[in-house]
């Protein structure tokens, strides 16, 4: 059983349209994540939700909203795509170990999703 | 905010040859992660390290984490084609997994 999966794997579409991007986890994490990695590999966070609720939204465009119906799924709609949201997209999960600092444990990742914005 | 620099960014190594990719932060380090990613893949997770002078291994791979906490090291023994990846570190932040910009590892056989 794949631990965290999206869907699609691929996505080309034109400027200016409506996509989403789903995601799953069955592992019982309580925290999922979404990721944007860059032509130059670099991973950044766009978004954390804890127990369905938003708990980290890093200056991301309004264009992009995140949805997460229950603790497994965590969904990115992105609504009138541009050239420059060309990226590979990553879902992940993690459980919440609270504490001061606020720890997680290590995160697993979904295989990804290659949106190409033409 | 907490930033993760790796070095070297890209490395070329022949098979057989031992290899070592550091990664620093510029903030004392609660929790240091080691994941793997090969082209067109998700990330693998490695290991992941806490205590200060803590060191850890999976087959031959080795990740050590300074007594400061501020460094950790991910070292590769006799590196064989299936190393060959982005090796990329993460630090626990505020509820949130930051990363380094990665490092490319090519093995030549």
């Known amino acids: 059983d794949t631990a965290v999966s999206q869907t699609p794997k691929y996505l080309v579409t034109q400027m200016g349209n409506d996509k989403s991007i789903k995601c799953e986890q069955n592992?019982?994490?309580?925290?999922m994540y979404w990721y944007k990695q860059d032509s130059k590999k670099f991973l950044k966070i766009m978004f954390s939700?804890?127990?369905?609720?938003?708990?980290i939204n890093e200056t991301v465009p309004n264009r992009f909203s995140p949805k997460s119906p229950d603790k497994a799924h965590l969904n990115l709609h992105i609504n009138s795509l541009e050239l420059g949201d060309s990226a590979v997209y990553f879902c992940?999960?993690?459980?919440?170990?609270?504490?001061?600092?606020?720890?997680?444990?290590?995160?697993?990742f979904g295989q990804g999703t290659r949106l190409t914005v033409v | 905010s907490q930033e993760l620099e790796q070095s070297p960014q890209s490395l070329i190594v022949q098979e057989g040859k031992n290899l070592t990719i550091n990664c620093t932060s510029s903030?004392?380090?609660?929790?240091l992660y080691w994941y793997k990613q090969k082209y067109g893949e998700g990330l693998i997770f490695l290991m992941m390290?806490?205590?200060?002078?803590e060191e850890k291994s999976h087959e031959k791979i080795t990740a050590k984490l300074d007594e400061k906490k501020q460094q950790s090291s991910l070292h590769i023994t006799a590196s064989q084609p299936s190393h060959a990846g982005i090796y990329l570190c993460?630090?626990?932040?505020?509820?949130?997994?930051?990363f380094g910009q990665g490092t490319t590892l090519q093995v030549k056989p």
């Open positions: 993460g630090a626990a932040n505020t509820g949130k997994l930051i």
């Open positions: 903030k004392t380090l609660y929790g």
């Open positions: 939700y804890n127990n369905k609720e938003l708990i």
């Open positions: 992940a999960s993690s459980h919440f170990t609270g504490g001061i600092i606020r720890m997680n444990t290590e995160a697993f």
């Open positions: 390290l806490q205590k200060g002078g």
């Open positions: 592992l019982g994490h309580d925290t």
